[in-house]
């Protein structure tokens, strides 16, 4: 599904590392969780992986079944089924939820093949997933994100998740600014679209959200590079111990 | 020529002598130099016909000759001529169409005043509208035209007491025309007037407009739109004049510039000695697609009341970098991005264009062929 080898990358302005060798398989259906301290490198990558502009990859590859990646452009990507649930949902001011959700569907359904959904059907499809997530119908009707709260926020990332049925996702941080009922919703959409299939990679500074969305693998990020990788026990043990030891290697 | 038409001609011809086409030097005109405008830009004097407006219930127009005496008086009453461009239209106007609204009537349809001018033709049109006391109107302008050449079009306003009036106005003129247009407007006691401005045509345009707030109670809307690309200058000068205690003033006015555009507003708000208990807020915000592209906003408040609320506010910034690349990540093409992100931009002056489909679609239209040209434009060059 995905396979990164030896990923460097710098921000652009400054040219200061922030990847510094990242090696990284995942197979389909499988969830890997990555947790780090910050500074890490955490959200680098998954801009990297989305295409934000801003990074310089200066050495290492990424394939994503099967293609390069890093050759896509950020909208190719999301259509050849990656998607990045982000930390800090954008807002949009004037731009109306509803238009954004059908255009993001339809665009990606076009580009895969996939007739057009008419006014009537898209809104029924995103009323019945809204319905799924405990999303009021208003917020359909409100400008993307403004205004939203954190959890509100976070849970239109797992609507747009839903709709636009990724391969491959990336959550960066999905846990931030979320309060335990929050969390447990915001699981329970990510859960609904596990399957032996779909692949996901769950970035987090906190062991608690893998309570809820049980990984396969745990690695650990320090210093722009993974350090170890283990399973679910892993997780549980950075969280009795913090990430002191990582943090001294760095 | 009445007598009265050809004395204010007269004296629009001895201002402009005086004054000449404005330079930099003039404050009004700082953003915008008028001096190197040539014959060609300017068209020949053609006589045109002013709009023919169809009867309704309520709306009676005259020539001149025909109007009663306290109507022909208006004429020229708010249009100062000591601005250089009033003075210029006035100096070559050849007829006034003088519009009245029958006080407590409330018009069915819009008053629709088209004009088409024709390349290598100077147009001069001039209007007196007065909304009769309690009565109710909607007012759409419009200026088109197929090439170059000067539209100098004047419209004087009066909005008699209680009475309201929604004025449309939008100009869509070839991008190798000159337009320079004067808007004129007083407010009675508790009368109200919005004023939409939707300016996306001509190379080289300057919209005045000028408001008193002369009644108490009278509110003020000023919404204004610049569409630009290539290498269109587009300068409006708005001047809100609180003249009266309780009246209020909202005005938002937005610009989209892509290519080597120059977009310039410059607005005053003015408040009176004793215009007490008045609020005035005023907005100017723009939007640049490219490296090229400039906008000049000056907002400025004069003010000589103590007990006043007045605003401004003036942002320009280029597109949201963050923004574009959550549309795009969510797999909304580029150029898509691009056009929401405008659209969203002038959204909320759309909204407030309202309810006359007519108005809406032609709007919408306007801005939908824009948005496609400029981003063509953008993707030429890149």
Redesign the interface.
Known sequence: MLSIQNLHAQIEEDGKEILKGLTLEINPGEVHAIMGPNGAGKSTLGNVL????GYVITEGSVFYKGQDLLAL???E???AGLF?A?QY??E????QMLN?LR???N??RA?RGLPELSGMDFLKLARAKAAELKINPDMLKR?VNSGFSGGEKKRAEVL?MAL?DPQFAVLDETDSGLDIDALRIVAEGVNALRDDKRSFLVITHYQRLLDYIKPDHVHVLADGKIVRSGGPELAMELEERGYVDYEKAA | MSQTLASLRQSGAESFAALGWPNRRVEAYKYSDFTSLTQADLGQTVAQPLAELSDQDGLRCYKPGEAPQALVDKIGSLVPLDDPLAAYSTANLDDVLIIEVAAKSKLTGPIVLDHRRLAGQAAFARYLVVVGRGAEAELIERYASNGQGASSPVIEVFVEEGAHLRHLRSQTEALDATHLGWTAARLERDASYSHFALNQGAGISRHNIRVDLAGAGSHLDLYGLHLLDGQQRCDSHTRINHNAPNTTSNEVYKSVVGGSGNSIFQGKIYVAKDSQKIEGNQMSRGLLLGPRARIHNKPELEIYADDVICSHGSTVGAL????I??????????A?AHK??V???V??VLDEVGDCAEVTAHWQAVISSYLTSVFADQDGQA
């Open positions: 989305a295409g934000k502009d452009e950020v909208e990507r999301a259509h990045l982000f949902p954008v949009i001011p004037g731009v954004f255009t993001c569907t665009e990606t580009a400008s747009q636009l | 949201d970098e963050a923004a690349f959550y549309l795009r990540a969510r797999g909304i093409p580029a898509i929401m992100m659209e969203a931009f959204q909320d």
